[in-house]
């Protein structure tokens, strides 16, 4: 399977798209996305989006007006999961 993901970051595009980065932060990142991909047999295709077109753009920047609904929706994850998230 393949998923198109949408960002106005073309840092985090270009990363993503040749498998590294400068920073060493960034790289760890790409890895454990690599080998979760790998494992699930998924593929992302990363696609430049304008900030004003970017669907995300106000969630990310910390805007939440609007978006209450989403905000509060839940969704089962996978218990492996569990060690890497904090309950809020």
Known sequence: MNITIHSDNTGVIGAFSSGR???PAHNDTIHH????LIL???SISP???TS???LANTISRGITSGYDSWLNC????PTYLAPWLTPI
């Open 47 to 49: 696609e430049y989006i």
């Open 21 to 23: 980065s400068r920073n």
């Open 52 to 54: 004003s077109g970017n």
């Open 74 to 77: 839940t969704f089962p994850l």
């Open 40 to 42: 699930t047999n998924v």
């Open 33 to 36: 996305i690599t080998v979760a």
